[in-house]
């Protein structure tokens, strides 16, 4: 896979990108890496690349010419007008990354890591020409409600995000799956069962990961629950959902549908 990075802070992700799975995944020839400076895209002696917004307001929005030209120069291709629109290469997206986005989810991430090719936009200032988020990116995403002040912190989430569900990017390819927010799980048996028992269309929630423990046991006085240490795989398996769903319930009620 491909990652296109359009910045005006192409320093940025030189710690960010230099470490860890995706730095793994990039010399094993998994992902590509393109950091690409926006003003170079801009045709004036200062290298603006921003503007006032029509009707007033406070601050200053990123324009959309250089942004369009940018990514018609990564493509190869033009997007077109008003009038026209080149179909974008297959398998290739165009994300946005602003407040005022779709939020971004393990779900976005896995529909992602089925493309070759994302070209992330970070936005700054205030926001971005609102006809790069209608007419150039095919998402606009935001990775939580709060504002940032940038594009490039996002973009470097997704980038982790996406890479780890790379097939080859991770030692164990089970480690993408048992984590939280990668599986569904039935609410109809043990602490999330319905009193009432068996229902006939069992309610499906996203469940946090269930909890760890290692060495030692025993750590000032906080011991390794039991189960673990018994050697019933069974049981351990009933724990681990059992524990995973109230830690869902206790941390982030909102991933449960209501009982």
């Excluded at 995706?22 to 992902?31: D, K, P, S, T």
């Excluded at 493509?75 to 077109?80: D, E, F, K, T």
């Excluded at 007419?135 to 606009?140: F, G, K, N, S, V």
Aim: proline content about 6%; some cysteine.
């Amino acid at each position: 896979m491909r990652f296109d990075l359009i910045t005006i802070f192409p320093e940025f992700f030189d710690g960010p990108l230099g470490h860890g799975i995706i730095r793994r995944a990039h010399e094993a020839g998994l992902v590509q890496m393109h950091i690409q400076d926006l003003r170079e895209f801009t045709k004036d002696r200062h290298r603006t690349v921003d503007d006032r917004p029509f009707g007033g307001g406070e601050g200053m929005v990123l324009k959309p010419e250089p942004l369009f030209e940018a990514i018609e120069s990564l493509l190869g291709c033009s997007v077109g007008g008003a009038s026209q629109k080149t179909p974008l290469p297959e398998k290739t997206s165009i994300i946005l990354l602003s407040a005022a986005g779709k939020r971004f989810t393990q779900e976005t991430a896995r529909r992602l890591a089925q493309q070759d090719r994302l070209v992330l936009i970070c936005g700054r200032y205030e926001g971005v020409d609102e006809r790069v988020a209608e007419h150039l990116a095919t998402d606009e995403i935001s990775i939580g409600d709060f504002v940032l002040s940038g594009g490039e912190l996002p973009a470097a989430l997704i980038i982790d995000a996406v890479t780890r569900l790379l097939p080859g990017a991770l030692g164990n390819e089970a480690s993408s799956v048992n984590e939280s927010f990668s599986h569904h799980e039935s609410l109809e048996s043990d602490e999330c069962a319905v009193a009432s028992g068996e229902q006939e269309n069992p309610k499906q929630a996203v469940q946090l990961d269930y909890p760890h423990y290692t060495r030692p046991a025993d750590f000032r006085g906080w011991a390794v629950p039991e189960v673990l240490i018994g050697g019933n795989h069974a049981e351990v398996a009933k724990w681990r959902r059992q524990q995973a769903i109230a830690k869902t319930r206790r941390n982030r009620p909102d991933l449960l549908p209501p009982e």
